[in-house]
């Protein structure tokens, strides 16, 4: 059996400073990633101060429908899933699980712990967890996470590739008792408990769906913080600690999140003192390290990664010596030592290096600037009619490197290329809708230390950021394989022939790595990143 033995009874924070005792058999392990210190509680603190957070505008506050950074840090911090990731090295940890134990890493038998309650007073049970991922499976509820559900043993029924649907909930989920929940998966997946770490999988209360419009403006969660007033699309979503939280004590008194058009809109507001953590981009960096050294937070490892998510349906860009010719023509350490202050990291594998297996020299000429030979492949394939053009996400910074690679482009291939914008709560429905219709910069951050979590979600053929529509069986028989094999020496052979293929075939452009970096309020300067809990602000003690 293989299981994940925190014993029960133990608060958040506890579990924040114990490491397991022991992890399910074949789980990828990584040490080294950015650890969450705990601050010390003095005389200044006022447990009563609201913290305010700088995001951008989330997609939505629903767990099963959130996808992306913003919108993942706000659910995460209105619910608790079963597990959370140990600040220091990405394994899963009990929450509102008891236990998760596995034979065959097939079947999955979870105990949830008693005393967690909703917001409105609901317990916390198991149904609430197979009430939430139904939900999600559910397609008249079209919430952009519900294909995460798809290896789950009833999920074709619910919601089948063609036709109608023959059940309305997964088969694969049961509920054995009122605290008890045993899921069964079509294939075995080691992974798994790293999953239900994720904000689509938290629970949700009855109440949710007997008014899902009010659930959508206003969540009623189980975690530390819980919404004070419905938020439609304002410039705030405003928290209030929750009294009853299971979870253990939190040193302050709510978030306020403040949504900007971007991270620079966030970092002249810090600057005005309206708000306490924003994140920085690069080109910020140089300015708050000389003006607020004392403030500025990095995670101490590499946890993100740029890249161009490519077209690959469109004609051009379904040529694999196109696309190969697009990265050569790409001088990366140029970029990097003249617009991102060289902190950032020429990537050279389909991974974070967070993530345990990352590659340093994986890539090879693929990702090395050789203009005359990108040139001679572009014109071997007959290159790409017309101009061409790079999306990039308003607010990120990235336009500044993205107007640079558009540069190299024209003058390797002797075409007009421009540089054009899309709001982040559009970028990910224009990309899978296929409305941006070009190559878009994107920043993509690491959620547990296992190549899965980079290569599932964007790379599979069901994957939900899947923005160049790579489609391989081979691939997605790989990563298949890699969950259901016993030992992590075999889990990382197999996950490198999977990014082996992705380099082959150049589906994306793999560009940089780099660390997250934030710059934090001197009253709140006792927050400190943590990689893998990004919506965790329960430590934070706030002087005024």
């Not at 397609?139 to 059940?167: L, M, R």
Request: some cysteine; glycine content about 8%; hydrophobic content about 40%.
């Amino acid at each position: 059996m293989s299981p994940f033995p925190l014993s029960s009874g133990h608060s958040r924070r506890e579990f924040r400073r114990a490491l397991t005792a022991g992890a399910v058999v074949g789980a990828l392990i990584l040490s080294g990633c950015a650890a969450a210190a705990q601050p010390s509680v003095d005389d200044g603190s006022n447990s009563d101060a609201i913290l305010r957070v700088g995001i951008q505008k989330p997609t939505s506050l629903i767990p099963g429908n959130s996808s992306g950074l913003f919108a993942n840090t706000v659910v995460d911090a209105l619910f608790d899933g079963l597990v959370d990731f140990d600040p220091q090295t990405g394994e899963p940890r009990n929450l509102v699980a008891a236990s998760i134990e596995s034979d065959d890493q097939a079947t999955w038998r979870i105990e949830i712990e008693e005393g967690w309650t909703f917001h409105n007073g609901e317990p916390v049970n198991a149904e609430s967890f197979a009430r939430a991922w139904n939900a999600a499976a559910d397609p008249d509820n079209a919430w952009v996470q519900g294909d995460q559900f798809s290896n789950i043993v009833g999920y074709d029924e619910v919601a089948p590739a063609e036709g109608e649907p023959t059940a309305e909930v997964m088969s694969g989920v049961v509920v054995d008792g009122s605290m008890t929940l045993t899921v069964t998966l079509k294939r075995p997946n080691s992974q798994f408990p790293y999953l239900l770490g994720r904000p689509y999988y938290a629970p949700i209360p009855e109440a949710a769906l007997e008014d899902l419009e009010s659930f959508a403006t206003k969540p009623i969660g189980n975690g530390p913080y819980m919404m004070t007033e419905p938020w439609t699309g304002g410039d705030e979503i405003r928290t209030a600690t929750y009294p009853d939280y299971a979870g253990g004590d939190v040193l302050n008194g709510g978030v306020t999140f403040r949504v900007y058009t971007g991270n620079d809109v966030a970092y002249t507001d810090y600057q005005a003192g309206e708000v306490d953590i924003a994140t920085l981009n690069s080109a910020d960096v140089p300015e708050a390290n000389a003006a607020y050294p004392e403030l500025v937070r990095r995670a101490t490892k590499d946890d993100w990664r740029n890249y161009l998510s490519l077209p690959t349906y469109l004609d051009g860009f379904d040529d694999p010596d196109i696309r190969r010719a697009l990265s050569m023509a790409i001088d990366r350490q140029t970029i990097i030592d003249s617009l991102l202050n060289g902190e950032a990291h020429v990537a050279t594998d389909y991974d974070i290096p967070v993530s345990v297996g990352y590659r340093d020299d994986a890539c090879g000429e693929n990702c090395t600037y050789d203009p005359e030979a990108a040139r001679a492949l572009w014109d071997a394939a007959g290159g790409i009619d017309g101009a061409l053009a790079i999306t990039s996400v308003t607010g990120t910074g990235r336009e500044v490197w993205a107007e640079a690679i558009a540069n190299q482009w024209a003058e390797a291939f002797d075409v007009e290329v421009t540089v054009e914008q899309v709001a982040s709560e559009n970028t990910w429905s224009g990309i899978l809708g296929k409305q941006v219709q070009t190559p878009v910069a994107l920043g993509a951050p690491s959620n547990y230390p296992s190549p899965l979590d980079t290569l599932g979600p964007s790379y599979s053929s069901n994957g939900s950021v899947n923005g160049s529509f790579y489609n391989n069986p081979e691939f997605d028989g790989l990563l298949e394989e890699a969950a259901a094999a016993p030992g992590l020496d075999q889990q990382l052979e197999l996950y490198a022939q999977a990014k082996d293929l992705l380099i082959d075939d150049t589906v994306s452009i793999l560009l940089w790595t780099y660390a997250s970096t934030f710059v934090v309020s001197e009253r709140a300067s006792s927050w400190i990143p943590n990689t893998f809990n990004r919506g965790d602000f329960t430590d934070v003690t706030i002087t005024d």
